[in-house]
Each structure stands twice: as structure tokens, then as C-alpha cells.
């Protein structure tokens, strides 16, 4: 229960700080925080975890932001399901991986928004688009994952580690 409700802090401090404060810095693209939190969760907890994170970080960018309603949502679910297939296989210590799938991820969502947004209206100006929004977006993405894919794995540490001293004792067993 409790890595439930840390997990829903999580989503709307991650909503709040790339929809409000990361717009009034100085970047030439904002990352995609949300996109990073649900490629943590996926990486470091697994499928289910991933996919729930992703389903409601996208939702919640979806009911406020809302050209494709449900895009993001399925997007990120799929994201979340992808990186939550790794959780056996890598180490959650490593950033490296983590920044790969966090910039592969987003650079699919942005070129699968281009394709569903842009290109069903009739806007073909891809390189402008490419220049403009994909690469500032994806390289901002990939740089911000390094900090906020380390406070994400302190939390999840913190977590396990409450969890594991809740099962091995004795006066808190059900």
C-alpha cells in the first residue's frame, strides 16, 4: 500500500515540476519527466508496475493536455511494459540503460505523435518538427534521466527496504 501511495506522489510531483517549473527554465526542450518516471518504475519493479505508472502518467497528461486523448496513456504503457521486461536481466544500479530506453522511448513517442497529430491534418514539415521539438526534447530527456532516475532508484531503495524489515518482523506480520 505504501508503494502505491509514494508511487502517486511520484506521478503528480513529476507532473507538476515538467508542466510548471522545467517551462520557465531556459531549455531549448523540456523533458519528458513522466516518460522517465514510468521508464524507472518499468526498469527497476517490473512489467506490472511499469505499465500502471505509465497508463496513469499518461492519463494525467492526456485529461490536461488533450490533442489525442489516451495517446500518451498507451504510449507510456507500452513503454512502461518494454522496460519492465528488463527488470530481471539488468542491474538497477546502472544509468546507462535507463537513459537509452528513456530517450528510445521518447523518441518513438514524439515521432508516433508526429504521425498521429501532425500527419493526419496535413502538416508534412518534418524536419522542422525534427529540429524544433524531437531532438531539444530527446536530448533534455536523456540528461535529466541522470538526475531524476537517481532520486527515483533512492526512493525505490527506501521502499524495498521498508518493505523487506515489514516482512521480517514478527509484530507486523498478517
Do not use: C
Not at 522517465?36 to 492526456?62: E, P, Y
Not at 504503457?77 to 546507462?96: C, H, P, Q, R, W
Amino acid at each position: 500500500m505504501r508503494r502505491r501511495i509514494v508511487t502517486a506522489i511520484l506521478i503528480i510531483l513529476t507532473f507538476v515540476i515538467q508542466t510548471s517549473f522545467l517551462g520557465m527554465l531556459p531549455l531549448p526542450g523540456v523533458p519528458n519527466l513522466l516518460l522517465i518516471l514510468t521508464v524507472s518504475m518499468g526498469f527497476m519493479r517490473g512489467r506490472q508496475t511499469g505499465v500502471l505508472t505509465g497508463f496513469f502518467s499518461g492519463l494525467l497528461l492526456d485529461l490536461f493536455y488533450p490533442n489525442l486523448f489516451g495517446f500518451s496513456a498507451l504510449v507510456f504503457m507500452y513503454a512502461g511494459f518494454l522496460t519492465g521486461s528488463l527488470y530481471n536481466v539488468f542491474f538497477d544500479e546502472d544509468i546507462k540503460l535507463p537513459m537509452l530506453f528513456a530517450g528510445t522511448s521518447d523518441l518513438a513517442y514524439n515521432l508516433l505523435y508526429f504521425l498521429a497529430d501532425f500527419a493526419l491534418h496535413r502538416r508534412f514539415d518534418f524536419q522542422t518538427y525534427l529540429r524544433s521539438v524531437i531532438l531539444p526534447e530527446l536530448v533534455a530527456t536523456v540528461i535529466f534521466t541522470i538526475l531524476f532516475y537517481r532520486i527515483y532508484y533512492v526512493v525505490n531503495k527506501y521502499l524495498a527496504a521498508y518493505e523487506l524489515e515489514e516482512e521480517q518482523s514478527p509484530w507486523l506480520r498478517r
